[in-house]
């Protein structure tokens, strides 16, 4: 399904001069669809469009669905825009990977998902990885790539080799094998402060499999195919770049990297990312660090959030209650919203179960409580990862549909003690476009 919107940002009609502007499109693919911005250097959306993933069945794999759903996309541009895109790059889930046959692309494993665990393999990947690691989480790319392994050794066939989900689909658009982001590679052991895989790493006898080049986000990896050029239009001197994953991507949309800005996205859960001037790890607590050029991107995600609402209030209700909630009045209820049992952060129990009672009569009393519970949580985290030794955080820009409800924004406000306001771009695909931009820009500069 095709949802399109096309801006020509002041040009009347499609004339030459909007055609000829530089452009750099950000493609996300995201939990349930994929969307597409089209940017110019000045930010500007120039056209944006998504669609929902082609059903999987008896004719269709999901690695098929992303396929599609990515050149549906790219005929979706606007075909006057296309021989002006300098650039692309693609987001993409974390931690959801593929194996695939490096000698002709074929799939041999997977696409094993975000949220899928091998809890078979942590045992073998704790015993090799540092304590508290990143990777020591069955939801870990490592974990998924270790599972496979050691029921499908290679005996050191060399073939196989793993992709994430944003490597594959830009090796789609370029072909070139082996290519991945420090971002991506972040939950597989890549160490982005070394800029290198660990030794620990590197012993085990599936190296191999590891992308053999991994960069930052949104440098160039090389040309568009020219079978791509030709039938869509592309110039051939259009670049594909780096990606990151969803997450980074909607972060980099806010437009905010100085130490001490955060974002907290309001979605079905709450996830917060922090710019840190010093890089924090801790696999007990649900926290890790992305790098972010020369600072940190340091996050966890809880599991109270949008989902723990929904189960109690309906959209409408969310809002007329909202409007009799006067945020400058703490409440006194206490809960600790979650949609089902188990927290990650900023408390770490697979077995914490929701605390929801006492139920006042009145109904916005209850969401008041609520949503001033879901802020001290947030608060929490923040407080967390200060005393794990991370920045202190000084502003929050808020993302996802909870930055939509002001008086929360004000309870948050008043609980965080920081300025909270609505990020201006949330959506990945727009952060993605910037990491064109980044790609491009720095290619010109290249000698």
């Known amino acids: 399904m095709l949802n399109q919107q096309d801006h020509h940002q002041g040009i009347k009609g499609h004339d030459e001069t909007s055609s000829s502007r530089p452009l750099y499109l950000g493609i996300d693919f995201g939990t349930s669809g994929a969307r597409y911005a089209l940017i110019d250097k000045q930010g500007a959306i120039h056209s944006q469009g998504k669609r929902t993933y082609p059903p999987v069945g008896k004719d269709a794999t999901l690695e098929s669905s992303w396929r599609e759903a990515l050149f549906d996309l790219l005929s979706d541009i606007p075909s006057i825009h296309r021989p002006s895109i300098s650039s692309i790059s693609i987001d993409g889930t974390s931690s959801t990977a593929l194996i695939i046959d490096r000698n002709n692309g074929e799939l041999l494993a997977g696409p094993f998902l975000y949220n899928e665990s091998f809890p078979d393999a942590l045992p073998t990947v704790a015993s090799i990885a540092p304590a508290n690691h990143t990777v020591c989480s069955g939801s870990s790319t490592l974990c998924k790539l270790v599972s496979w392994w050691e029921k499908n050794p290679w005996n050191g066939d060399d073939l196989a080799i793993l992709m994430h989900q944003s490597d594959w689909l830009l090796w789609l658009l370029h072909g070139k094998y082996g290519v991945s982001d420090y971002n991506n590679t972040l939950k597989l052991g890549y160490d982005p402060e070394m800029d290198s895989y660990p030794s620990w790493l590197m012993s085990q006898p599936y190296s191999h499999m590891l992308p053999s080049s991994v960069r930052a986000p949104g440098v160039s990896i090389g040309s568009i195919k020219q079978d791509i050029c030709s039938q869509y239009g592309f110039s051939k001197n259009c670049l594909v770049c780096t990606g990151t994953t969803d997450s980074i991507a909607a972060f980099l949309a806010a437009r905010t990297t100085d130490p001490g800005k955060a974002v907290t996205s309001l979605g079905s859960t709450l996830a917060i990312k922090l710019v ?172």
């Open 276 to 447: 840190s001037r010093v890089r924090v790890d801790d696999a007990r607590f649900g926290v890790y660090s992305h790098r972010l050029d020369d600072l940190w991107l340091v996050g966890g995600a809880s599991n109270t959030g949008g989902a723990a609402l929904r189960k109690l209030f309906s959209d409408d209700q969310l809002v007329a209650l909202s409007r009799v909630i006067d945020p400058s009045l703490p409440s006194p209820l206490d809960y600790y919203p979650l949609p089902g049992k188990g927290e990650r952060f900023p408390i770490s129990d697979p077995d914490m179960a929701p605390r929801l009672e006492p139920r006042p009569q009145s109904d916005a009393e209850y969401l008041h409580g609520i949503l001033e519970s879901i802020a001290r949580i947030e608060a929490s985290g923040y407080k967390l990862l200060k005393g794990l030794g991370a920045t202190a955080v000084e502003e929050v820009l808020t993302a996802g549909g909870g930055a939509q409800n002001d008086k929360w924004t004000a309870i948050r406000k008043r609980v965080l003690g920081v300025p909270v306001r609505k990020a201006e771009q949330t959506e990945a695909a727009y952060g993605a476009a910037l990491l064109a931009l980044r790609g491009a820009t720095s290619s010109e500069l290249d000698p």
